[in-house]
Structure formats: C-alpha cells, structure tokens
C-alpha cells in the first residue's frame, strides 16, 4: 500500500498541538508495519529544518495559474520522506501556522489551506519524476478536508479523513467559497454548504471513503448533539464508516530514555522519580520537598481544557499540603488568573506562560497526578504520557480519557487495573473532590506506588494504532 499522509502540522518540524505528535509518529509506525507512507506538509518559514535532514527540490506544480515549489526532507530518525509544499503564503510568513503575531488567525487561511489541498490533489494525481502515485490520501482535521471533496468525482486515490478535533472545522461564509472558485456542485447541503456557510471539514466526512477519529468514545460522543457541532446527524447516518482509534506515543516519551528529564527511571527504578521532582521545585521555585505531592496541568488554557474550573478548585483548596506547577497558553483571562495565584501563593503554584518541550517532559517526570478535567476531549496524549511517566491522570469520563483511564476504587485496586482517577461529573466540587481523593491516595504509599506501576506497564505504543490504520486502507481498497 501507498499512503500519502496529509497535514497541516508535523512534530518536530512545526508544532501547535496533538495533531503534530500524531503526523510526526504515525507515519513511522506505518514504515516499520511495511507500509509505503510519505508525509505531505506546508513549507511554513518557521519549520525546523534539521542539519541531518536537509531538503531538496523535487517537482513543480501549478495550481489555479500559481507555480508551487515542491521541496523533499524526511522526518527525523526514520526513512519516511516528507513533502513540503513552498509558496509565499506559507514560506514568507513566520511563527504560528494558523495565527498572526496579534493572535488572529491569518485572514486569508481559507485561501492557504484550499490552496494545500489542490496541491495535494495535484501532486497525488500527476506524480513527480519517481512516478510515485498514492493508493490512500490520509487526511487530518479540516485544513485537509477539501481534499476528499476535490477527488470526488475520481475512482483514486482512496481518502481517510482523521477527525482529531471536531470542534475546529474551517467554517467560511459564501463569498469566501465563491472567492475559492471552487465547483457550484459542491455548494449544497450534501457537500459543503453549512447552515448557509461552508465547512472545509465538512467536505472530508462527505467525500472521504472512511473517516477516523482518536478515541473509540469520541466516535460515538461525535454522533450525538451534545458532541457532534451540527454534524451529529451526517455522522450517524455514516457510522459504519466511522472508527475511533487511539492514538499512541512513540519512544519520545520513555522515562528510561528521555534526553529532558534530571534522572531516567523505569518500572524497576520508580524511586528515582522522586529526583526529577525536587529538581523541578528547584528550578521553579518551590519548596524542596519529595513528600508533598505534585500535581501538573499541561496545555491549551481555554475552557475546553477545563481550566476554569481547575483554577477555582486550586483557589478554593488553600494551604493543603500540595503543590501546582502548570504549563501552557491561551486566553488572557485564564493566563492572568494563573499568575495572580502564583504570585500569591509562591510556595503552592507555580505558572510557566508557553510552551517548553523539554520543560512539558521534565513536569512529566516529576508530576505524582496530571489534571485533565476537559469538557470534552477527542483523545488527549498528556494522560498516555503520564501513565508512562509513573503520575495518576486525573480526569473527566470523556472521549480518549475514558477509554484510557481506569478508576481508583477498590475494586480496580484489587484486581491490579486502577491507573487514575475518573470524574463522572464536571464541576468544581468534582475536581475538588478528586484532588483530595488524589491526595489521599498518595498518602497511602503501597497502594499509590500499585497504581502507579500499573499505569506504566500499560502498552500504548504507536504501532498497535498503526495496524489499526492499515486493516482500514487494506478495507477501504478491497472496495
């Protein structure tokens, strides 16, 4: 099989989220299964190009009279050749792919990413020098998805359409798909017209032969008005299309291996844990203590993530016997708010505005629980990185949390399968509740260290997703 991975972000060239993680590691799974899978991506100025990877111009394409540059790299460590679509749009512009530097989206990014997918389309249906032609089109979030809609009317390639976030769907009004030039027949309830608008998202669940999402629970979840943002109703009616699979975590994520952490530990040395924590109070200013528990919060601070309402749950459990340390960016309220709480409670919390790779795996390492209350949450990746790491996800039964996360209780302490604790309910008495559980949990030292053991011996390792991916393009290809 030949599948050529389309997407708008890929770690470690160009990172924003989860999507970047999965571009970056699925793709190398699938080569290792034997699949014949290359990576085709924006050549935005600000990816990291490595020395040991250089690129190298391959083709030429010409879409709606605009010659493209189509340059060549491979993903670091791996065999896997990466396409890079170069065009001023994305070339001349640094920082964020989606976002200006007021913290906008860019206001012609309709225009950038259709101009993506043609090129895609292009590329796969009138191969380069090498001949290479893709069996599958594997697409990912609504940046790609006009690229289904654009092969409708072709028997090939096949088209997988990943939904890894059903909430972002590139909704544009009229004029900006009349601006697109793209066919009236695609202008229709059936195709991309939404609710008087359009959805480039929309046009990968129409057109696309299998559709995908992260998480066996979101699959169902999307299905549903509470989940499904007006498209609950088309995905139903195509359900026997519609597959949740897991994402995993690739060897980046090793507590034995990792390059960022103080001290590498492992299920036979899990009392070295306990340095990489002392390490991280040091370094963030908090009391030195490896007996207090450590609770972390990585990632986007809107309400999706539930940071709300975690915020109001650190301010309401006062001077408790626990630490915070958090990470991450987004809405200045949510911002401000972290900060005024560290700067008033120094030895309790302490608040990093960005982004750190190596300061996210070095909260990993040193993090007794990682709190991750999301109002909904298609999969989520830091809850695998924490069960790996040896610290107890705290979470809300939704999506990927459910499906990876299994409750402390008796019961599950018994039978040797609790890994963190699970919140039915989202709302602050809740996660309140939870943090005190946690902490009470991490007081009884046998049965925390249990727990955590079994957290990380669990497998979630990128291949077991990738052969779930392949029985999909073998199935999509029979016809």
Not at 36 to 47: E, N, Q
Not at 221 to 230: D, L, M, N, R
Not at 262 to 280: C, G, I, W
Request: glycine content about 8%.
């Amino acid at each position: 099989m030949k599948i050529l991975f389309a997407t708008s972000e890929i770690y470690p060239l160009i990172k924003t989220g989860g999507l970047a993680d999965v571009s970056g590691a699925l793709p190398k799974a699938l080569a290792q299964l034997g699949v014949d899978v290359r990576v085709i991506t924006p050549r935005y100025a600000s990816l990291n190009i490595a020395d040991a990877n250089p690129t190298e111009k391959v083709g030429a394409l010409t879409v709606l009279g605009q010659p493209i540059d189509v340059a060549q790299t491979c993903l670091p460590d791996s065999d896997v050749p990466v396409y890079l679509i170069d065009h001023p749009v994305f070339s001349a512009r640094q920082g964020n792919p989606y976002m200006g530097p007021d913290g906008n989206p860019w206001h012609d990014n309709p225009e950038r990413f259709a101009l993506f997918c043609r090129a895609v389309v292009s590329l796969a249906t009138n191969p380069l020098d090498d001949g290479w032609v893709p069996d599958v089109i594997h697409c990912n979030d609504w940046q790609t998805g006009l690229i289904p809609a654009l092969l409708s009317e072709s028997p090939s390639p096949k088209t997988v359409f990943t939904i890894h976030n059903l909430a972002y769907q590139g909704v544009y009004d009229r004029n900006t798909f009349e601006r697109l030039g793209l066919p009236w027949s695609l202008w229709k309830p059936e195709a991309l017209e939404y609710w008087g608008n359009m959805s480039f998202l929309k046009g990968g669940v129409v057109f696309s032969d299998f559709i995908t999402t992260v998480s066996p629970t979101y699959a169902e979840e999307i299905q549903t008005p509470a989940f499904g943002y007006g498209l609950d109703g088309l995905l139903s009616h195509k359900k026997d299309r519609v597959r949740g699979i897991l994402n995993g975590i690739g060897d980046d994520w090793n507590p034995e291996t990792d390059p960022f952490i103080h001290k590498n530990y492992s299920l036979d040395s899990l009392q070295d844990k306990v340095v990489n924590k002392t390490e991280l109070q040091a370094a963030l200013g908090l009391p030195v203590d490896g007996t207090i528990p450590l609770v972390v919060h990585i990632g986007r601070l809107v309400e999706q993530k539930g940071i709300d309402l975690l915020i109001q749950a650190i301010k309401e459990l006062g001077d408790r016997r626990v630490q915070f340390a958090i990470l991450g960016t987004g809405e200045k309220r949510f911002e401000n708010a972290l900060q005024s709480i560290a700067h008033k409670r120094p030895e309790q919390v302490a608040v990093h505005i960005g982004y750190d790779e190596r300061l996210a795996h070095r909260l990993e390492a040193a993090a007794d629980a990682f709190a991750m209350p999301s109002r909904f949450e298609p999969c989520g990746l830091n809850q695998l990185y924490s069960l790996r790491y040896g610290a107890l996800p705290i979470v809300h039964r939704v999506g990927g949390l459910a499906d990876t996360v299994k409750h402390v209780h008796p019961n599950s302490i018994e039978d040797h399968t609790a890994t963190g604790i699970v919140i039915d309910y989202l709302d602050i008495n809740a996660i309140k509740w939870a943090l005190d559980y946690f902490i009470s949990i991490y007081e009884n030292k046998d049965i925390f260290t249990e727990i955590q053991k079994q957290g990380m011996s669990e497998n979630h390792d990128w291949i077991v997703s990738a052969q779930a991916y392949g029985d999909i393009y073998a199935e999509i290809l029979k016809g």
